[in-house]
């Protein structure tokens, strides 16, 4: 999982004003984009409910990946 300075596999930014959730249509609190992991790049704006759910689809799908390590050559 990339690390960010809040070790989460997303960022976390206001959304601007007048902004509506895209799943739900309440008024959007945050921009969420995911970090690496199945669902890098994707994001919308979310209200604080569907915010934590997309949060933590997030980070159920980046648990479940297996973590890519480098292959080591014993001779």
Not at 19 to 39: D, F, H, K, V
Not at 57 to 65: H, K, P
Request: aromatic content about 10%.
């Amino acid at each position: 999982m990339p690390i960010n300075e809040f070790r989460r596999p997303f960022s976390v930014d206001f959304a601007p004003r007048g902004s509506r959730c895209e799943w739900c249509g309440n008024p959007a609190e945050r921009q969420l984009t995911a970090i690496g992991g199945s669902y890098h790049n994707e994001g919308g704006l979310f209200c604080r409910a569907c915010g934590e759910q997309f949060a933590q689809t997030v980070i159920n799908a980046v648990a479940s990946t297996p973590a890519m390590l480098p292959q080591i050559k014993i001779r």
